[in-house]
């Protein structure tokens, strides 16, 4: 019985944490390649559920297509941040992008506010209803894609970057951006390109966790929050940290959440930030 | 009782030994030490060993008996070790006389109490902090452009006024990087007549400089560094012929063929 | 800009002159916007203490303002008076800052940021979830007022009216400005802008870096708390959203696009956003879209904000440098 309740408590664990695996991941190609702490890219995250809703419910598209031109309208508007706001502070001081990232953030957040309130929305997808019960642990279909729908984008994107030549013009520029550019590496051009991956990430894991945890204008900040302690823990710029990271907290929540306490469950993923700084005060494997 | 000892000192860096089993010292005589070797020698790094910015990884160093290794950049500046960095360290968005007092920290006492309220214990030390800060702008020749900020200085004088904070903290031991750097040869001399100066009031020196020169006239003594490790040590005539300084800076042919 | 004493003298008391007039001129309306722009002038000083004196982001600020203000509160409910309440609500916020900073301010730039950020996050949830102590998400309403200050004949000073609160709110203000004077003008103060500057040089001369930024944070915090006994004892109603991360990114736009690094820089900025909106008769959500915005556009264009563009660097102290005697 014991046992039962812990695989549960994984398994919801392992969902939740392919969520935080996807937005750290944008967010840690950012941080690689600008060294600026997007925090704006939780507002995609929003953009990309809210996108995906409108099409759902206005236009009665499925939830499939949906997602996938969500994924590219983020992916868009991704490009047109990095355009106008980030790329001229991308030599400034680093504190100079995270305050540019806040100004976005909150905007954006009350632009959507404006523009669709403040009420939670649920995504109606098809299979937020269904269950499935293996092993003695009962999913929601839905559950279980958000699941397996992250590890493909996530295996993706990592053939993306080891395998094709933006991939290593990517890993070029976060190793040294100066020695890239000298070797005629299009900056800009990478720039623009990890922004619109991202965001598409983003906008994916928003998509999938609207038919759970409803749709509303500030559902960006706890994720981005969750995601900035993923990558300081696993490493910024690490891709490995981000993802690994992202199911550690996953599951180390639901754990938390379970077995000692719910409502301070967000806190954990916190004090476990600030215990760690303390002792390395550049992350895990920081190395700044 | 040595003012200033380093014992068998060694520092890694991954697999480089930046420095390798080094051992000189300093007594209380008066004295000018030069720190002299090829580029890539070790000599910033001996000085950021002495200055705390970098922890040994073998060996000892002591300063008036005590060991220092490790101890944080601000207690060797209270114990009297100061310094200059070879690349302009100033604070640019502050006037001369602000950077001098900013030096002149670990001198005064004052803290919040005294910031708030300024009883007179506090007016009197800001006041004589200035006195002395404008004393030693004197000596160095800044005293004019004390109210100007650092961009509108000329290199020379930018250098003066880090010696000039160097010498604010009122030190027993003024580490010199470079100070001549960019600088037209009469410069550089006018510069060494204030380093002989320095000498003359009872601060030890140890000067990093390239200029051959410059070195070979102002220093008492001098350590050859080269790969991290001693070379030489010597006074300036032994340096001057020494075989093993002139391999290494010209090369094995150049010494064969001397 | 070689302006003599005399003359800046001049036009500071002129606009003291005019501020201690403006109430007996404003409608109620503008006089309580003027209460509560006065309560942020010296909130974003007191965050202006940790961005601008120290030159590090910290996120959590509102926090310090939330714990000052329900200390305040619980205080004032236990029978104490405000008069106690208001130094207590600085003393306890200050110390959390002691507590807080001190983990805190081992790390730098981003970590910094999101540490602090952690840390408000954390305080906030606190104040929601600590029912027994905070009443969670409700609030506490029916704060008490400040108690009246007797003076001759047996009239005193009450606050029940916004008017003598505005005149309390600007004697901590001045209180708060007079503070931030002295301290950056001083050795501490030298220490600050030193670490700010470069911190590497100043270790080296002899500036212990960590005290000097936790001290900075704590003062900071302390105001903050007494900011946050203000505002309770002035709305008599508090809750834990006054305090969240909105707050704390309000008082940061105040700070960034008023200048950082200048006295002058905060107040303006928090007259700035507290009052565009309501001369504009926007809602708060279009206020946070244009700050948000303006934010953006202040990084790339005017980074050392507003007032702060205007400084060229600190000037040395007024007794200084009479060329050689």
């Avoid at chain 1, 001081?93 to 669709?116: D, M, S």
């Avoid at chain 1, 000692?260 to 494997?285: C, N, Q, W």
């Amino acid at each position: 019985m014991e046992a039962a309740i812990l695989l549960q408590q994984v398994a919801n664990g392992l969902v939740i944490g392919s969520i935080y695996a996807m937005v750290a991941l944008g967010l840690t190609l950012i941080f690689g390649i600008l060294h600026i702490g997007n925090f704006a890219h939780g507002q995609l995250y929003m953009l990309g559920a809210f996108a995906t809703y409108w099409l759902v419910s206005l236009w009665g598209w499925n939830i499939w297509s949906s997602m996938f031109v969500a994924m590219g309208l983020t992916a868009l508007l991704g490009m047109v941040l990095e355009r106008i706001a980030f790329r001229p502070v991308r030599s400034a001081p680093h504190i100079n992008g995270l305050i540019v990232a806040l100004g976005l953030f909150i905007a954006l957040e009350n632009i959507a506010f404006i523009l669709w309130g403040g009420d939670e929305r649920t995504l109606p997808s098809p299979y937020a209803t269904k269950m499935i019960t293996l092993l003695s642990i009962s999913l929601t279909i839905q559950r279980l894609l958000v699941f397996a729908v992250s590890i493909l984008l996530i295996f993706l994107l990592y053939l993306f970057i080891q395998k094709t030549k933006m991939g290593k013009a990517i890993r070029a520029v976060a190793q040294d951006p100066e020695v890239a550019r000298l070797m005629g590496i299009p900056i800009h051009r990478v720039s623009s390109t990890v922004f619109a991956v991202s965001s598409a990430l983003a906008a994916a894991a928003g998509a999938m966790v609207g038919p759970i945890f409803c749709v509303f204008p500030s559902m960006g900040l706890i994720p981005i929050l969750k995601a900035f302690v993923v990558i300081v823990l696993g490493g910024m710029g690490s891709i490995p940290g981000a993802i690994f990271g992202g199911f550690i907290l996953g599951v180390a929540e639901s754990l938390g959440a379970g077995y000692i306490s719910s409502e301070y469950k967000d806190a954990f993923a916190f004090a476990a930030l600030i215990l760690v700084l303390m002792v390395r005060p550049t992350g895990l494997f920081g190395k700044e | 009782m040595a003012l200033l000892e380093l014992e068998e000192v060694s520092k890694f860096f991954g697999g480089l030994a930046a420095v390798s089993d080094l051992n000189f010292s300093l007594s209380d005589r008066k004295e000018i030490l030069g720190l002299i070797g090829p580029n890539g020698a070790g000599k910033t790094t001996v000085f950021n060993l002495i200055t705390g910015l970098l922890k040994p990884s073998r060996g000892k160093i002591r300063f008036q008996g005590s060991e220092i290794g490790g101890q944080k950049p601000y207690r060797l500046c209270e114990m009297g070790i100061g310094r200059t960095f070879q690349a302009s360290s100033l604070f640019f968005e502050e006037t001369i006389l602000n950077n001098m007092l900013i030096a002149r920290h670990s001198r005064m006492k004052s803290g919040i109490w005294g910031a708030v309220a300024i009883p007179p214990s506090t007016a009197r030390e800001e006041r004589e902090a200035v006195d002395q800060c404008l004393e030693i702008l004197g000596k160095v020749g800044l005293v004019s452009k004390a109210n100007a900020l650092p961009h509108s200085l000329t290199n020379m004088e930018q250098r003066l006024l880090m010696i000039a904070m160097g010498l604010a903290t009122q030190p027993s031991l003024l580490l010199l990087d470079e100070p001549s750097a960019g600088m037209r040869p009469a410069e550089s001399s006018s510069l060494m007549n204030l380093v002989g100066q320095i000498r003359e009031w009872g601060i030890k020196v140890i000067l990093i400089e390239h200029d051959m020169k410059v070195v070979m006239n102002t220093c008492d003594r001098i350590v050859v560094l080269n790969f991290g490790r001693k070379i030489a040590e010597g006074t300036p005539e032994e340096i001057r012929a020494h075989p093993r300084v002139i391999e290494a800076y010209l090369g094995r042919r150049a010494g064969a063929a001397r | 800009m070689k302006e003599t004493p005399k003359k800046t003298s001049g036009v500071f008391l002129a606009i003291l002159a005019l501020l201690i007039l403006l109430p007996f001129f404003l409608s109620k309306a503008y006089l309580h916007l003027a209460v509560i722009i006065g309560v942020h002038a010296i909130l974003a000083l007191s965050l202006g203490m940790v961005v601008g004196f120290v030159g590090q982001l910290s996120l959590c600020h509102a926090g310090f303002y939330g714990i000052g203000a329900y200390t305040s509160a619980l205080l004032t409910f236990s029978h104490w008076p405000f008069w106690l309440a208001l130094p207590a609500a600085g003393i306890i916020s200050g110390l959390f800052g002691l507590l807080i900073g001190l983990p805190a301010l081992k790390t730098r730039g981003i970590y910094f940021a999101i540490t602090t950020l952690s840390f408000g996050v954390i305080m906030n949830i606190m104040l929601n979830n600590w029912v027994s102590l905070t009443n969670g998400p409700d609030g506490l309403s029916g704060l008490a007022l400040p108690d009246p200050i007797p003076l001759w004949a047996k009239t005193s000073i009450s606050f029940n009216t916004p008017r003598n609160y505005y005149f309390l709110v600007g004697v901590l203000l001045l209180f708060t400005i007079f503070v931030c004077r002295r301290l950056l003008n001083s050795r501490v103060g030298r220490a600050f802008r030193g670490v700010r500057d470069n911190e590497v040089l100043a270790e080296c001369l002899g500036i212990r870096a960590l005290r000097y930024k936790l001290t900075a944070f704590t003062i900071g915090a302390i105001f903050a708390g007494l900011a946050g006994s203000l505002y309770a004892h002035y709305l008599r109603y508090i809750c834990p959203r006054d305090f969240s991360f909105a707050e704390s990114f309000d008082l940061l736009v105040m700070v960034v696009v008023g200048g950082a690094q200048t006295i002058l820089g905060p107040i303006v900025g928090a007259l700035f956003i507290l009052a565009l909106p309501k001369f504009f008769g926007f809602e708060p959500v279009y206020g946070r879209v244009a700050f948000g915005i303006i934010l953006v556009v202040v990084m790339i264009y005017m980074p050392r904000g507003i007032v702060g563009s205007f400084q060229k660097g600190f000037p040395s102290p007024k007794g200084g440098a009479h060329g050689p005697s």
